[in-house]
């Protein structure tokens, strides 16, 4: 057994009574999200349904939730419901901006390019721990990156896996989106490569404050045209090395796309560049498009948030339909 140095890397079962104020405050693709005041502080709960299929591996997924990688928004406390034994409840400390897109849609024209890179700095870092315990993601998106505090982080491994494991290329769960095209189209399982289509989609995401595709039917269309080559928009005046980064994230081939310890290296350098004294092209690429993007509007969202949470998706119907192409 791993031996325990500090309370954080603890894991404490609370008894239902001791919460009081929940209140619902947003739903994802397999449960709820509810804010409530616990005995020692806010607490943010998922209440996570649990089938019959999935009840033999209730130990893995906690052990999972107990595992991810946020240091504020870590995983403390675990609490079974009385009211109703078809629910997990999963306690963790409260977010108080809620997700990245959330918080970059309320502060999109005052943000700087050097803070929003310190956000991808830390993404891409809990990424590579992440990859680096031998476990995929697989459920990427700006919904699951929590921001608090000035820091973001990935959240909800629900939808994570050992590398080693096996899963159906026929049926997948996610947001069409940021799912990479090798697995649209049922060719490939989601692989650790996969996650990093995901981050490229991200980093697209911040230059715009925008969702990707929004407004397009999720459909097998739109899964047809990603396959094809289809990415999201990047906003007027973002840095050439930073498109194509992010582009390099994107690409159709796997095996092309860099690994997150790669990706917070070259980010890393890039702030290390913006902030040094000395006149650089990377300091003067983001100087400029800093000028940009606070002039830049705020599009209206079109659809709604239920669209942006992870559903099932057929990929047998896309690949026949690419067949039929």
Known sequence: MDKIFLYKDTIEWIPFDRLSDIKEIGKGGFGSIYRATCSDGIRKIEKIKIDDKHKSNNDNYIYKRSREPNRIVAL??????????????ILREYANDGNIHKFLRSNFNQLTWKFMLEQLKNISFELFRIHNANYIHSDLHSGNILHNKGTSYISDLGLSKKVEENSSKDV?????????????????????????????????????????FDGYKFDIDLAIKICNGLRPNFASGTPNCYVELASLCMNSDPQERPDAWDINCEINNWIEKLTSDDENEIKNQFSNAGIIINTLPIVPQIHSDHMYTSKMIDTQKI???????
Do not use: C, H, W
Request: proline fraction near 5%.
């Open 76 to 89: 403390k406390t675990l609490s079974s419901s009385k009211r109703n034994q078809n629910f997990l409840d």
């Open 172 to 212: 997948i769960f996610g947001i069409m989106p940021y799912i990479a095209p090798e697995v649209l189209s049922g060719k490939q399982q989601f692989t650790q490569k996969a996650d990093i289509y995901g981050f490229g989609v991200i980093m697209a995401e911040i230059t715009t404050g925008q969702k990707p």
């Open 319 to 325: 690949l026949n339909a690419i067949k039929g192409n």
